[in-house]
């Protein structure tokens, strides 16, 4: 499957965000889809995902402030991102585990399909 990641752009601090992963030619319904962030000279860390039944986890950074959903055509995953920092600046993917896994995984190598990204720069 492939995916997209959009919705990325230049905030200020304390604003928000909408970000959305979309499947061509697929419903993301079928999979559990997490979205990682990147900063330059580190490992992609988790952000959040959600799972086939809807059960979703969120990072320590993330916690309180992101919400992860589905759209009520279950075809595109959205991130909801509130009260943006600086430090959340980074690029944004959204990622895919196998069809045939159902559990939520927080390790980026536990997803098989990827976007190619979206930066989202929160000034201050």
């Known amino acids: 499957v492939q995916l997209q990641a959009s919705g990325g752009g230049l905030v200020q601090a304390g604003d928000s965000l909408n970000l959305s992963c979309a499947a061509s030619g697929r419903t993301l319904r079928d999979y559990v889809t997490a979205w990682f962030r990147q900063t330059p000279g580190k490992e992609r860390e988790f952000v959040a995902a959600?799972?086939?039944?809807?059960?979703?986890a969120y990072g320590d950074s993330s916690k309180g402030r992101y919400t992860i959903s589905r759209d009520n055509a279950e075809s595109t995953v959205l991130l909801q991102m509130n009260s943006l920092r600086p430090e959340d600046t980074a690029v944004y993917f959204c990622?895919?585990?196998?069809?045939?896994?159902?559990?939520?995984?927080?390790?980026?190598?536990?997803?098989?399909?990827w976007g190619q990204g979206t930066l989202v720069t929160v000034s201050s």
């Open positions: 990622a895919a585990r196998n069809p045939s896994l159902t559990v939520i995984h927080r390790s980026a190598r536990a997803y098989t399909y």
């Open positions: 959600i799972s086939h039944g809807g059960s979703t």
